[in-house]
């Protein structure tokens, strides 16, 4: 009896990704969400599954760049201690760093609070062909922002345009980005790495026990632990009203690093998949000086190391001369 052909790799990683997104089809409550799911796995089968998503995604990052039309724009979203860092540096292990990039956006300078809100996220954006990582966002000025007013006034906006109502217009201006990018070609990802306050009072004391962790420990850490209530409020906000079919989000399990790394990295890789990549076909013009240079190398290998190969050039058009 023939076994029967496994199905599509998309259908196979859509269990891990499909009940974890939002694009705003239906309502979200952020408390729906358990943060210590683990998708019926256990942690050998999600590392098996992990491993396979790093090899595909490696596959699928080098046809992304040669084809050169579509980029990948992946926001990474969450509380301290969420497992931000470790995430990106797991799913991402493998991939050619030439056509990948990392951009960890800390409390603004001086000279990016002189721009809007948006500038320097907009200027770290990917090109056709790359892959783009943001270690926090844009998000960040409707979350830590909202959460402490006083930075507000930090960013010199005009008093008058500091309304009630800024939230809701922050919302509709990155969702119109977002849109506008998207129809530009490139494709976005979102997660928000759900991570219980029991989980992160457990990494903080790892962090302090361990020496070689001291240096992730910050007291400012716990001091923001203290508006947690405040920041989820915030997450839902956020969430509820920028997902989009054209930017989902994906909110993320984390209490356990090893399910959000298999989540996330199946989302990622089922968003590629979709785009059919293919490698660019080579003109029939370039077939055929292949075939000429194939032919001549393969001779000189008869002849011996020391002969010089004899290309032939495609002679060049020039433009004709005005007169």
């Known amino acids: 009896m023939s076994k029967k052909p496994k199905p599509p790799l998309i259908e196979r990683l859509k269990p891990f ?8 089809s239906g309502e979200f409550h952020l408390r729906s969400y358990k943060t210590s799911e683990r998708g019926g796995l256990d942690k050998e089968q999600g590392e098996k599954i992990l491993d396979a998503n790093r ?9 992304l760049y040669a084809q050169d039309r579509w980029s990948l724009l992946v926001i990474f979203q969450g509380m301290d201690a969420s497992g931000k860092d470790s ?19 800390k409390q603004p ?7 809007d809100f948006m500038w320097r996220s907009m200027i770290a954006l990917p090109a056709r062909g790359r892959i ?14 909202r959460v402490h007013h006083d930075l507000l006034d930090k960013e010199k906006i005009p008093r ?34 759900n991570v219980s306050k029991k989980e992160q009072r457990e990494r903080f004391l790892d962090r302090l026990e361990q020496p070689a962790k001291n240096w992730k420990f910050s007291m400012n850490d716990v001091i923001e632990r203290a508006f947690w ?17 054209y930017a989902p989000w994906h909110v993320v399990p984390s209490d356990h690093k090893w399910f959000a790394r298999v989540a996330i990295g199946s989302a990622i ?11 660019p076909r080579v003109d029939k013009a370039s077939q055929e000086e292949f075939a000429k240079v194939r032919k001549a190398l393969e001779s000189e290998g008869r002849s011996g190391a020391g002969g010089a190969t004899r290309v032939v050039k495609r002679p060049v058009k020039r433009p004709a001369k005005r007169g």
């Not at 090899?55 to 046809?63: F, M, T, V």
């Open 160 to 193: 008058k345009l500091i309304t009630p109502g800024i939230w809701q217009e922050r919302f509709a201006d990155i969702s119109a980005i977002e849109n506008y990018l998207s129809r530009n070609g490139t494709v976005i990802l979102k997660f928000f790495l």
């Open 229 to 245: 209530p405040r920041y989820m409020a915030a997450y839902q906000d956020v969430i509820r009203h920028t997902s989009t079919p």
């Open 132 to 145: 783009g990582i943001f270690n926090r966002s844009y998000y960040e000025e409707c979350l830590v922002t």
């Open 55 to 63: 090899k595909r995604l490696s596959d699928l990052q080098e046809r």
């Open 109 to 115: 300078t001086i000279h990016e609070l002189n721009h």
């Open 87 to 105: 995430a990106i540096k797991s799913i991402f292990d493998g991939v050619n760093p030439q056509g990948c990039e990392v951009t960890s956006f």
């Open 269 to 279: 890789v089922s968003a590629l998949e979709e785009l059919n990549l293919r490698f």
């Open 17 to 24: 990704v499909a009940p974890l997104r939002v694009d705003g």
